[in-house]
């Protein structure tokens, strides 16, 4: 008997009027995909006659916005109304310093799209997390440990011993050609797979697996399109790792190692970055396959980005007999 079709994506959510744009509706599913459920929520009952108030969970800190969208919206900005939720075990003042820095930056974003009809509350979060990821802002907790920097714009490690990782890439008819340097490690990785979503002919799979360091991650890329036929094969092969090592003898402090690619499909990188840095994941390469198939998805392909991301990352965590990773929130 063969084994059961995947269960089709999730339809936009209802609650979204039918008088305000698709894009609303997208972006909430996409936000909610790659942060995690509960990222965005109406706060009340829609009426097609007036704002729509939603609530914008922050992923790095218990701090929830309030804002109200337009029907016109994306072609007008939201309004940051209040901060909605602030924990109590956070600083004295801390709402009101997120509450006037998400509007400064709100207002930034707004300014710099003038009217030009793009979803912006992605922009937002990374624009916050950013901020609150810089020695300048309060502190959100007692940890000796240095603030973790932001996933967006994507970050390239200082690493020695990656600058000798030999990748030889070449362009032909229209795929990518990788040759896996000597230098692979004596174990080949494990890898957990998601099922497989297609929309509109473009088909998106992930792939994920443990890794040690920054030169593991090149290492366990490289074996998967190097052994891997169907995947060298993509359109795009977008991914994202996180790691950190562990206090040494000349350091007490961590060091936290994360970079990002989006292989062509523009942005995604920093998204999945996004993505295991909302799960709390530690340790792990996800890798995203996309066989485009000729039709523009949107903003849809975040919403299966982040679906598929999170489906092979979440397989495979905590499985110490395959090298497993740490998952800290959203492991269901």
């Not at 744009?21 to 006659?49: F, K, Q, R, V, W």
């Not at 690493?159 to 080949?188: F, I, K, M, Y």
């Not at 290492?219 to 790792?241: F, G, P, Q, R, S």
């Amino acid at each position: 008997m063969p084994p059961p079709p995947p269960p089709p994506p999730p339809s936009p959510p209802s609650n979204i009027p039918p008088s305000f744009p698709p894009d609303l509706a997208d972006e909430l599913t996409s936000l909610n995909s790659i942060y995690g459920d509960n990222t965005l929520l109406p706060s009340s009952p829609p009426s097609p006659s007036q704002d729509l108030t939603l609530i914008l969970a922050l992923p790095s800190t218990p701090t929830s916005l309030l804002l109200s969208f337009p029907p016109s919206y994306p072609s007008s900005p939201p309004t940051l109304l209040r901060i909605s939720h602030v924990d109590a075990s956070l600083p004295k003042g801390f709402g009101a310093h997120i509450l006037s820095l998400a509007r400064e930056i709100l207002t930034q974003i707004s300014e710099s799209r003038d009217g030009a009809g793009e979803v912006l509350l992605y922009d937002l979060i990374e624009g916050v997390e950013a901020r609150l990821a810089s020695p300048l802002s309060p502190s959100t907790s007692t940890s000796p440990s240095p603030a973790e920097p932001s996933p967006s714009p994507p970050r390239t490690h200082e690493d020695a011993s990656t600058s000798d990782l030999a990748v030889v890439e070449s362009r032909q008819n229209g795929h990518h050609h990788h040759q896996p340097s000597p230098a692979g490690g004596l174990d080949p990785p494990k890898w957990f797979s998601s099922h497989p979503i297609t929309s509109h002919k473009s088909t998106f799979t992930a792939h994920a697996t443990a890794i040690t360091s920054p030169l593991a991650a090149h290492e366990a890329l490289i074996h998967l399109l190097a052994t891997d036929k169907k995947v060298a094969k993509a359109t795009h092969n977008m991914w994202a790792y996180r790691v950190k090592s562990p206090p040494s003898d000349s350091s007490d402090r961590e060091v936290v190692y994360t970079d990002c690619s989006d292989d062509g499909e523009s942005g995604a990188g920093a998204k999945l970055a996004g993505l295991l840095q909302a799960m709390g994941a530690w340790g792990v390469l996800v890798v995203v396959s996309r066989w485009y198939g000729g039709v523009k998805l949107g903003a849809e392909r975040w919403r299966i980005i982040g679906s598929v991301a999170r489906e092979a990352v979440v397989k495979g965590a905590g499985k110490e007999e395959d090298g497993g990773w740490e998952v800290e929130r959203g492991g269901r």
